[in-house]
């Protein structure tokens, strides 16, 4: 069963970076066909999504925070991460990873399953 | 950008309640359409795909349907269980969740 698990600081200060990690267990991301996303959730509002990684590296993002973020792979210890820079009071928020599920034929679309259980992280001087 | 609504934002229901909510899109996103239910204080879970396919192991109360900018999640008898948050996420072009429909015990 695959499962995915998120760690890092749960308090970052304003205008540093927040870096986090997912480690994956159940599951190769080397041998996987699918991409392996991060999505967010501030305090009692809504998800949105940061972006996604291949196993290759290939990565895409959410335009509206491209210019901070960063996600890596590590193949080797079947992880990727997430560098964000740059973090105000409005980066706080719960940081999920995600399997990011690539369509498959005939099938429209693509989607988010299964979910870390999340992290908060606080960004507080 | 696709802008999402749901409706309702909230609503009130009684176990055995047939709920239904609605998702629209601000474009045509065909059937690219996912549906999730998050419980308080955990991760979002996969309900629904591609409009109207049930994700595995998810019960068959759970029905999606819908296409182009007009979506609609079922549930045909409300279970304990279902109190939660409901999604909808487009895929269409990148990825955007809607604000979310909340159920409650009424």
């Known amino acids: 069963q695959l499962q995915l698990q998120e760690s890092g600081p749960g308090l970052v200060k304003p205008s540093e970076t927040l870096s986090l990690t997912c480690t994956v267990s159940?599951?190769?991301?080397?041998?996987?066909?699918?991409?392996w996303g991060w999505i967010r959730q501030p305090p009692g509002k809504g998800l949105e999504w940061i972006g996604s990684?291949?196993?290759?590296?290939?990565?895409y993002y959410n335009p509206s925070l491209k210019s901070r973020v960063t996600i890596s792979v590590d193949t080797s210890k079947n992880h990727f991460s997430l560098r964000l820079t740059s973090v105000t009071a409005t980066d706080t928020a719960v940081y999920y990873c995600?399997?990011?599920?690539?369509?498959?034929?005939?099938?429209?679309?693509?989607?988010?399953?299964?979910w870390g259980q999340g992290t908060l992280v606080t960004v507080s001087s | 950008d696709i802008q999402m609504t749901q409706s309702p934002s909230s609503l009130s229901a009684s176990v055995g309640d047939r709920v239904t909510i609605t998702c629209r899109t601000s474009?045509?996103?065909?059937?690219?359409l996912n549906w999730y239910q998050q419980k308080p204080g955990k991760a979002p879970k996969l309900l629904i795909y591609?409009?109207?396919s049930l994700q595995s192991g998810v019960p068959s109360r759970f029905s999606g349907s819908g296409s182009g900018t007009d979506f609609t999640l079922t549930i045909s008898s409300l279970q304990p269980e279902d109190f939660a948050t409901y999604y909808c996420?487009?895929?269409?072009?990148?990825?955007?969740f809607g604000p979310g429909t909340k159920v409650d015990i009424k």
């Open positions: 995600a399997r990011h599920v690539l369509a498959v034929a005939g099938t429209p679309g693509e989607w988010f399953d299964p």
């Open positions: 159940g599951g190769s991301i080397s041998s996987s066909s699918d991409y």
């Open positions: 990684i291949y196993n290759s590296g290939r990565t």
């Open positions: 474009q045509s996103i065909s059937s690219y």
């Open positions: 591609a409009a109207s």
């Open positions: 996420q487009q895929s269409y072009s990148s990825f955007t």
